[in-house]
């Protein structure tokens, strides 16, 4: 399952890995697979973690994935 901690490093390993596939879709395919509800935006996709942890990934004008931040909910 992922989490917080180790998705920053999974997500640009698997988008280095699969270079004939764009970031986004990685991404994408990334949430898909472990069934987590994604929000997609033209510069970003955002997904909730097991947990509810927000992961938010960026992406820069060429399409790269640029950050791959989360935050903290408060409950």
Request: hydrophobic fraction near 40%; glycine fraction near 14%; charge should be negative.
């Amino acid at each position: 399952m992922p989490d917080g901690i180790t998705l920053p490093r999974v997500l640009l390993t698997g988008a280095g890995l699969l270079a004939g596939s764009s970031p986004r879709a990685v991404v994408s395919g990334y949430f898909d697979h472990h069934g987590l509800p994604q929000r997609q935006e033209a510069d970003r996709i955002s997904a909730d973690l097991p947990g509810g942890s927000p992961a938010e990934v960026l992406f820069d004008d060429a399409g790269r994935i640029a950050s791959v931040g989360m935050r903290n909910v408060s409950r």
